[in-house]
Each structure stands twice: as C-alpha cells, then as structure tokens.
C-alpha cells in the first residue's frame, strides 16, 4: 500500500469547517483512500473513501485531487465531538485478505 | 455493518499472567485482524487469523506470546501470555465483510494495564 503524509496536530473552531490534508503521492490506479477516525478510547471509526471523484457522506466530504497524489478531508461544520486522531490510508478496496496499515494521524482539536 | 462486541473492554493484570481477549461478531466473516495500540502509539497489525487455519503474524509478533483462536467465522480470541508492563496496550479486533467497499469495522478495544 502506499505511504501517506498528514499534519501532526491541526486545530479549528467549534462549528467552522475542519480542512484535514493527506499526501499519497505514490498512489497506484487502483488503491482507494480512505479515512478513519479514532476518538480517544475508541476503536477507529470509518469516515470515507473514495478512488478519483470527490465524495459526500453524512459525516464529511472527500475532496481528492486529479492527479490523485493529494486529498482532503472536510468535516464542514465541526463540533466539540470532532476532536480525534484522523488517520488517512490508502490501499485496494474489497481486498479482503489485506489490513489496513495505520500511520500516525492527525491530531484534530477543535475548540470552543 | 458488522458490529463487534469485544471483551474485556479493560483489565489489570500482574506480570506473568496471561489475558485472553474475546471479539464476537453479529454477522459471519471471513478475515479478523488483531491489532495493538500503545500508549500514544498508532495502531499495529499483531495478526490475521482465517477461521481453519493458523494464524498469520506480523514481523515482532510470534505464536508463543500472542496465541490465536479462531474457532468459527463469528468468533476470535487473543491471548497475551506472560505478561510484561510492556505488554500495556489496547488491543483491537477489526473484520472486513462490511460491504460497500467500506473497509473494516474495529471492536472498542481492550485496556491492559500490566503491573
């Protein structure tokens, strides 16, 4: 799977959108990315994925570049409850015999 | 999704005890995946376990410390035998098997203080 590159720690404002980058410049043509979350003594939770189109769901959005060697992950109006280790991964989907590898994440704060 | 219910979810232990971690899933599946968290650590793969087969093991991680069970597609078990304060961890299952290309789903986690 390719290797990914995210900010250490990132901070936003309650109830502003929370911009979180990923690098994944070594990407291959068939690899998803995907993102996950993991609030503190939780098991990791699933956001998102997506392979080239941007992606909307309940929680967030998943802008992804075209050249696919970036993307982002935005969580459009973030609340107290947001604040988690966001991890960005990618790997091909629906292969079932594969894990998932877990870099070191984001650290998300968002503040009163 | 699949829903894990994974026991205990924390525990202390002396050293040179064993725990034993039990991950039951609602749904059957084919591949689970036991991971481990150290304190302020990302997550990392111990290993996979397919129901009928041995285990497969990540590089650092050996049968003798972290036995695996895996008796039916709805249940797993990690042991962390022989416990050292080093062995302080959460430990994760994980399954595959949600559909929709969603990736894994992870139990809560297990607390082991060792002292």
């Known amino acids: 799977d390719a290797k990914t590159t995210q900010p250490t720690s990132m901070d936003c404002a309650e109830g502003r959108a929370a911009n979180l980058p990923c690098n994944h410049s070594?990407?291959?043509?068939?690899?998803?990315v995907y993102w996950y979350r993991q609030i503190h003594s939780q098991g990791p939770q699933y956001i998102i994925h997506?392979?080239?189109n941007n992606e909307t769901n309940e929680m967030a959005s998943l802008i992804i570049t075209e050249d696919r060697k970036s993307s982002t992950l935005i969580l459009p109006h973030a609340t107290l409850r947001d604040t988690a280790v966001y991890y960005c991964?990618?790997?091909?989907?629906?292969?079932?015999?594969?894990?998932?590898?877990f870099g070191p994440g984001t650290r998300l704060s968002v503040l009163p | 999704s699949a829903v894990i219910s994974q026991k205990p979810s924390r525990d202390i232990c002396q050293r040179g005890t064993s725990l034993t971690i039990q991950c039951q899933v609602d749904?059957?599946?084919?591949?689970m995946f036991w991971y481990r968290q150290q304190p302020g650590q990302s997550l990392t793969l111990i290993a996979t376990?397919?129901?009928?087969?041995?285990?497969?093991?990540e590089s650092g991680f050996v049968i003798d410390k972290f036995p695996i069970s895996r008796p039916n597609l709805t249940f797993s078990t990690l042991t962390v035998s022989n416990l050292s304060p080093e062995d302080s961890s959460i430990y994760l299952c994980?399954?595959?098997?949600?559909?929709?290309?969603?990736?894994?789903?992870f139990g809560s986690g297990t607390r082991l203080t060792v002292v």
């Open positions: 070594t990407i291959s043509g068939n690899e998803y």
């Open positions: 994980s399954v595959d098997g949600t559909g929709l290309g969603r990736g894994y789903t």
């Open positions: 376990a397919n129901q009928g087969s041995e285990a497969t093991y």
């Open positions: 991964i990618v790997r091909v989907a629906n292969n079932y015999g594969q894990n998932f590898v």
């Open positions: 749904s059957q599946v084919t591949m």
């Open positions: 997506g392979l080239k």
